[in-house]
């Protein structure tokens, strides 16, 4: 039985040699494409639309994928907006802070009351500096935290979209399959009494709207990919001395208050 076999393969490659070495090549391939159109052509279409049935199952885990990517997301965001909101509450404290420091060193007394207690107007200056700097580190870094979040949201509602538009799709070619089993047993019966040649174009045409259905999910996964995308540098900010004069006036034009010293 070997022995067979191997005289077998050995005149294939034999015909192959000969047909290269008489240039007979291009004969050879458009036999082989026309015995693949045949052997296609003689595949039951009863199997090919539960082929095209098991394809259309698929969608169901890429849309749990989706699903759970979107919820994920959706934490996220909301994580992002509770950050968002505590920042804003510690700013609008600090600024409190600093407006008190303020009116304390406007006085120019030696002695400012902070907190309940008497510092150092020297210390309370180089304090108010320091928290000065922080407060605009600060602000510039919840600018870019508010920035990201519009981002994420409008990212998640265009993933909503796309998954209400998968959904639909599906149902749509669930619609189909039926349609098309429905038109196939039909031709069944019509078959039973007189012979029919059944035309494949629509069928085709499922099988195409399937590959096209891929490529949309692989766009949608790239889609998804590119959230990581949204980074935040923040502003440094530059070390400078400066007159207590020339801070507070600055602190005070920011909060868009009255220089207590120009009443």
Same mark, same amino acid.
């Given at each position: ?27 050879? #391939? ?15 279409? $009863? ?6 049935? %098991? ?6 885990? $890429? ?9 994920? $997301? ?5 994580? /992002?907006?509770?950050?968002? #909101? ?5 700013? #609008? ?6 407006? @008190? ?12 009351? !902070?907190?309940?207690? &008497? !510092? ?14 922080? !407060? ?31 959904? @639909? ?10 349609? /098309?089993? #429905? $038109? ?28 096209? +259905?891929?490529?949309?999910?692989? @766009? ?13 540098? &923040?502003? &440094? ?13 600055? +602190?005070?034009? %920011? ?9």
């Amino acid at each position: 039985m070997c022995k067979k076999l191997g005289i077998g393969v050995g005149i294939l490659v034999a015909l192959f040699a000969l047909a290269a070495w008489t240039g007979l090549s291009s004969y050879t #391939a458009t036999a082989w494409s026309s015995i693949q159109k045949q052997v296609k052509g003689q595949v039951p279409l $009863e199997f090919e639309l539960e082929r095209l049935r %098991h394809e259309v199952a698929q969608l169901d885990p $890429e849309m749990n994928r989706h699903i759970s990517s979107i919820a994920s $997301e959706i934490v996220q965001v909301e994580n /992002l907006r509770q950050e968002i #909101a505590t920042t804003r509450e510690n700013l #609008a404290k600090r600024k409190q802070e600093l407006l @008190t420091m303020s009116e304390g060193l406007e006085k120019g007394s030696k002695f400012v009351t !902070y907190d309940g207690r &008497p !510092y150092p107007a020297e210390r309370v200056q180089k304090k108010l500096e320091r928290d000065w700097a922080s !407060y605009q580190l600060a602000e510039a870094e919840l600018k870019s935290k508010e920035e990201l979040l519009a981002a994420k949201e409008q990212s998640l509602d265009v993933a909503r979209e796309q998954l209400v538009a998968m959904r @639909t799709l599906k149902h749509d070619l669930e619609v189909q399959i039926a349609q /098309l089993e #429905a $038109e196939l047993k039909s031709l069944r019966l019509a078959q039973a009494k007189d012979e029919f040649h059944f035309d494949h174009g629509q069928l085709s045409k499922c099988q195409g709207m399937l590959a096209e +259905i891929k490529n949309r999910l692989a @766009t949608e996964r790239k889609t998804l990919e590119l959230r990581a995308e949204f980074t935040a540098d &923040p502003i &440094p900010v530059h070390k400078k001395t400066k007159s207590t004069h020339e801070l507070i006036k600055e +602190i005070r034009e %920011h909060f868009g208050e009255r220089n207590a010293s120009a009443e």
